[in-house]
């Protein structure tokens, strides 16, 4: 009977009830900060009632969370797999809340890379709503690689890379290889064509970071001088870099030196006049755009539809470049002196 009575105050102990998911909570909050301090200015509560908290919470469990010294705390085992299992319930939260919300809008979330979601993406929403009113785009842009476990955490849908290579864990619904050239201001141009073929030196504008893979500064244009740099007509003497292609593209705009475009998303910066090219070396092949899923069954119908939409627009912009493209560079004339 005595035994009986004792598993019975156990099992009460542990049984998750409003104040020990509140206790919990705050445990989270200071194994994620780091110190009883820096959670407390978290929650807006004093360092005190932080430790209170804790500390019933190690009562009630009768176990040992935190290792302090002097100040420090650190994880003990049983803590690890307390704050384990809180990340877990946190995420299944967040991404039950977010489903809720996506359902109520029927909307989508949209992972970009930044240039393309700026020069293209943007400009083309429109377009999609009137294909697709019935889904709406919740859009976003981040410039590292995508992994499942971070699209789950964060509640994305698809994904817009930019990169050489697919990640192997994710699902890839379209695809389109961009092709490359380089592109400045008109001015720039003309300024680079009045000198002697010997003395044509630019400055190359570059993107650091074009495919999030860890690759060195002037990748691109490295990768573009290897397939085209026997048939150019000028040398780079200097170089000045950027942390996206967006930022060379206004840097060229403005006449400070050749950018490495895009095709897809210097194609209305060609249009206007803005940019032009930067000399008569057809686009050579570069990185792909991507449009990805975590797993088929995240996909549903209305991140098809816009995959698709998406890969169509793109496609055609592509083509409207290199037909611009085709009947321009035939007349571009950079005298041989």
Same mark, same amino acid.
């Given at each position: 009977?005595?035994?009986?009575?004792?598993?019975?105050?156990?099992?009460?102990?542990?049984?998750?009830?409003?104040?020990?998911?509140?206790?919990?909570?705050?445990?989270?909050?200071?194994?994620?900060?780091?110190?009883?301090?820096?959670?407390?200015?978290?929650?807006?509560?004093?360092?005190?009632?932080?430790?209170?908290?804790?500390?019933?919470?190690?009562?009630?469990?009768?176990?040992?969370?935190?290792?302090?010294?002097?100040?420090?705390?650190?994880?003990?085992?049983?803590?690890?797999?307390?704050?384990?299992?809180?990340?877990?319930?946190?995420?299944?939260?967040?991404?039950?809340?977010?489903?809720?919300?996506?359902?109520?809008?029927?909307?989508?979330?949209?992972?970009?890379?930044?240039?393309?979601?700026?020069?293209?993406?943007?400009?083309?929403?429109?377009?999609?709503?009137?294909?697709?009113?019935?889904?709406?785009?919740?859009?976003?842009?981040?410039?590292?690689?995508?992994?499942?476990?971070?699209?789950?955490?964060?509640?994305?849908?698809?994904?817009?890379?930019?990169?050489?290579?697919?990640?192997?864990?994710?699902? =890839?619904? %379209?695809?389109?290889?961009?092709?490359? !050239?380089?592109?400045? $201001?008109? &001015? +720039? /141009?003309?300024?680079?064509?009045? *000198?002697?073929?010997?003395?044509?030196?630019?400055?190359?504008?570059?993107?650091?970071?074009?495919?999030?893979?860890?690759?060195?500064?002037?990748?691109?244009?490295?990768?573009?001088?290897?397939?085209?740099?026997?048939?150019? =007509?000028? %040398?780079?003497?200097?170089?000045?870099? !950027?942390?996206?292609? $967006?930022? &060379? +593209? /206004?840097?060229?705009?403005?006449? *400070?030196?050749?950018?490495?475009?895009?095709?897809?998303?210097?194609?209305?910066?060609?249009?206007?006049?803005?940019?032009?090219?930067?000399?008569?070396?057809?686009?050579?092949?570069?990185?792909?755009?991507?449009?990805?899923?975590?797993?088929?069954?995240?996909?549903?119908?209305?991140?098809?539809?816009?995959?698709?939409?998406?890969?169509?627009?793109?496609?055609?912009?592509?083509?409207?470049?290199?037909?611009?493209?085709?009947?321009?560079?035939?007349?571009?004339?950079?005298?041989?002196?």
């Amino acid at each position: 009977m005595i035994q009986a009575r004792a598993n019975k105050t156990e099992r009460e102990r542990r049984r998750l009830d409003a104040q020990l998911l509140s206790d919990l909570w705050v445990f989270r909050a200071v194994a994620r900060a780091g110190s009883m301090s820096a959670a407390a200015a978290q929650l807006n509560v004093t360092a005190g009632a932080v430790s209170q908290r804790v500390l019933r919470l190690e009562a009630r469990l009768k176990e040992k969370l935190f290792q302090r010294d002097r100040g420090r705390i650190a994880l003990t085992s049983s803590g690890s797999i307390v704050l384990d299992a809180m990340n877990g319930v946190s995420t299944t939260v967040t991404n039950a809340l977010s489903r809720l919300g996506r359902r109520q809008h029927d909307s989508i979330v949209v992972s970009c890379a930044p240039s393309l979601a700026m020069e293209w993406l943007m400009p083309h929403l429109q377009e999609f709503y009137r294909e697709c009113p019935d889904v709406e785009l919740k859009v976003r842009s981040e410039m590292s690689l995508p992994t499942a476990q971070w699209m789950k955490t964060e509640g994305v849908d698809v994904v817009i890379t930019h990169n050489r290579a697919r990640p192997a864990e994710l699902i =890839e619904l %379209a695809s389109l290889q961009e092709l490359t !050239f380089p592109v400045c $201001s008109r &001015a +720039y /141009r003309d300024q680079l064509g009045a *000198q002697p073929i010997q003395e044509r030196f630019v400055t190359a504008l570059h993107d650091d970071d074009p495919w999030c893979e860890g690759e060195p500064p002037r990748a691109e244009w490295q990768e573009w001088l290897a397939i085209a740099g026997g048939s150019c =007509e000028f %040398a780079i003497d200097t170089d000045r870099h !950027f942390n996206l292609a $967006s930022l &060379a +593209y /206004r840097a060229a705009i403005h006449g *400070q030196g050749m950018a490495m475009g895009r095709s897809v998303i210097v194609n209305s910066l060609l249009k206007t006049g803005s940019l032009v090219p930067g000399g008569n070396v057809p686009p050579v092949p570069g990185a792909h755009y991507r449009v990805l899923s975590r797993t088929e069954e995240a996909c549903d119908s209305r991140c098809a539809r816009f995959a698709a939409w998406l890969a169509g627009g793109l496609a055609r912009t592509q083509e409207e470049t290199l037909t611009f493209l085709a009947s321009t560079l035939s007349r571009i004339s950079i005298d041989r002196r």
